[in-house]
């Protein structure tokens, strides 16, 4: 083994009387030839981009380039996001390394840059430091978006009219639509199977509307999903029934244009389901 002296050797000057006169103090520093020396590699560890409270591991291993064994009292990162796993300490022989394993484990949404320092015995540089990077993420998440509501107009009685309600999926994880609901006797959901939609993308859900009374209809379509800023998020539907008065005849070939610009019956204007019906004259009967 290596070792440092400090030696301490007292000059005695005077008349070289044992004991007496003046003296002076020298001071006396020895080692032996053989020490160890501590080095690490690499230099800087990136650990990249990770998500928060995800683990990621890198390695980095201390050699002794030295003559004689190289003492590793402790292994410690300058920022707790870092983590040492097992034993911070170790015994080199000279010629031989070691490694640690780090992990990186984000707990904020910023830039870990820190220092590892690994202390040893190396008399010429006593501290050796690795450079640490790395970068937290936020944990994604699903988010929803549907438009406000689907208005169908005027439908028939006795007929159908399907509209398409676009869900969005506006945020960076998987959304997973679980359940479809709709209420509103005159209105349904084409199909209520659950489905998973890719971040950034979109799913059509067709939603019908079939009157069977005249008059203003409502209702709404609720959609449950794991979506992190609405579990639960609806749809208004509106649309109006009317009875059809007229039968459409066959087209006759002949191009015509008809522009309506307003019309009152008895002084009293259409209303919504109101019908008009237009003939064609025919001084013949």
């Known amino acids: 083994t290596w070792q440092m002296l400090d030696p301490a050797m007292q000059v005695v000057f005077g008349d070289g009387n044992f004991g007496t006169g003046s003296y002076g103090v020298v001071t006396l520093a020895a080692s032996t030839t053989e020490f160890p020396v501590a080095s690490a590699s ?97 944990i994604p998440v699903a988010t929803i978006s549907v438009p406000a509501g689907l208005d169908f107009g005027a439908v028939t009685l006795g007929q159908s009219q399907e509209l398409l309600l676009s869900v969005f999926n506006t945020g960076s994880a998987d959304l997973t639509v679980s359940s479809l609901s709709v209420s509103g006797d005159a209105f349904a959901v084409g199909d209520t199977v659950a489905f998973s939609i890719d971040p950034g993308s979109e799913a059509n859900i067709t939603v019908a509307f079939a009157p069977s009374e005249s008059g203003f209809a409502s209702g709404q379509v609720t959609i449950s999903s794991d979506a992190d800023n609405a579990p639960q998020i609806t749809a208004a539907l509106s649309g109006y029934g009317y009875e059809d008065y007229f039968n459409s005849v066959a087209p006759t070939g002949v191009p015509y244009a008809i522009v309506v610009d307003s019309i009152t019956v008895d002084e009293v204007p259409l209303s919504i389901g109101d019908q008009v019906a237009v003939f064609e004259f025919d001084e013949n009967t």
Request: hydrophobic share 40%; glycine share 6%; charged share 10%.
């Open 42 to 138: 690499p230099a800087s560890i990136d650990f990249g981009d990770h998500i928060l409270n995800s683990t990621t591991s890198q390695s980095v291993t201390v050699a002794n380039t030295g003559d004689a064994p190289l003492t590793i009292s402790l292994v410690t990162p300058s920022d707790n996001q870092y983590a040492v796993v097992g034993d911070a300490s170790a015994i080199i022989a000279a010629g031989a390394s070691a490694a640690f394993t780090l992990n990186y484990t984000p707990t904020q949404e910023s830039p870990a840059n820190a220092v590892l320092s690994i202390y040893s015995d190396d008399p010429q540089n006593p501290i050796t430091t690795v450079e640490l990077i790395g970068q937290g993420l936020p």
